[in-house]
C-alpha cells in the first residue's frame, strides 16, 4: 500500500490540527509557536466586534453558543436545531433535503411543527432537469438512458427564498451541493446529517477506523486525482 508521503508544507505550515495545547479554549497552558490565534489578533478583534453587535450574525453566534452551553451532551442534533431556531426568534423553517432522505425530512417535520413551526421542505430533485442538459454524459447517470434529474440546490435555496423560510436546514444534500445551497440561501443555514451511504450518513466512521478498516484512505491510489498532480 502506497502511504502518502508527508510534504514539505507539511513540516513547515503546522497548523490547528498539529497543535498540542489547545491553549485557545481554556488559557491554561503556551500557545505553540504556529498558534493561529497568536497569528491574527487583528481578526479576533474583528470577529469579537461582530459577535457582540447587533446584527445577523452576532444572533446567530450567541443562539448558538446559548444551545451549546444549555443542551452539549444532552440533545440530539435533531433537537438542538430546533431550539437553535427558536432561539433565533424563526417562525418558517425550510428543510433542503435529497430526494433519497424524504422520509426522514417527514419525520423531522412533524416534529418542527410539533415545536409550533411552520415547515416547507424542498427536494433535491427539483426542477427535474435531466444531467444530460447541464453536460453531463449519458453514460455518467446512475442509470443510463432514461431520464435523470440532476440535484438543483440553487433552485432549492430559491424555493425557500421565496417561501421566506427565516431558517434553513440541510437534511442529506451531496458533497458540493450543500455549498450551492448555502452561497444561495437568504436565511441562515445549518445542518442536520450528511450524506455517507457507505457509512450509514456517519463519515466520521473513515476516521475513527483509518487505522484498521478504513485503511486505505491513507492510500494514493484511492485518490487517482492526487496520483496525476503528484506526475507533474
Not at 17 to 36: A, G, H, I, M, V
Not at 175 to 194: C, E, I, N, Q, R
Not at 195 to 204: A, C, E, Q
Request: charged share 25%; proline share 4%.
Amino acid at each position: 500500500m502506497a502511504r502518502a508521503p508527508k510534504t514539505a508544507s507539511d513540516k513547515l505550515n503546522p497548523s490547528c490540527s498539529e497543535c498540542q495545547t489547545r491553549n485557545c479554549y481554556r488559557r491554561d497552558s503556551k500557545y505553540p509557536q504556529f498558534c493561529l490565534s497568536e497569528a491574527n489578533p487583528d481578526g479576533a478583534k474583528e470577529t469579537k466586534a461582530l459577535y457582540s453587535g447587533r446584527g445577523q450574525d452576532a444572533k446567530v453566534a450567541r443562539a448558538a453558543a446559548e444551545v451549546e452551553a444549555e443542551y452539549y451532551g444532552r440533545l440530539t442534533r435533531l433537537e438542538e436545531t430546533i431550539i437553535f431556531a427558536l432561539k433565533l426568534g424563526a417562525q418558517k423553517v425550510g428543510v433542503a433535503s435529497c430526494v433519497g432522505f424524504l422520509d426522514e425530512s417527514a419525520v423531522y417535520a412533524k416534529v418542527v411543527r410539533a415545536a409550533g413551526l411552520e415547515v416547507k421542505t424542498v427536494g433535491c430533485k427539483v426542477g427535474s432537469i435531466d444531467k444530460c442538459e447541464i453536460g453531463l454524459p449519458d453514460g455518467l447517470k446512475l442509470a443510463p438512458g432514461v431520464h435523470e434529474a440532476c440535484c438543483n440546490p440553487v433552485l432549492q435555496a430559491k424555493v425557500l427564498n421565496d417561501w421566506g423560510s427565516d431558517l434553513n436546514v440541510l437534511l442529506g444534500l451531496c458533497v458540493g451541493h450543500d455549498y450551492l445551497f448555502s452561497k444561495h440561501s437568504k436565511a441562515p443555514a445549518v445542518t442536520l446529517a450528511v450524506k455517507d451511504r457507505v457509512l450509514s450518513h456517519n463519515p466520521m466512521g473513515a476516521i475513527y477506523t483509518h487505522k484498521f478498516y478504513y485503511k486505505r484512505i491513507m492510500d494514493l491510489s484511492t485518490f487517482p486525482q492526487s496520483r496525476l498532480k503528484d506526475k507533474k
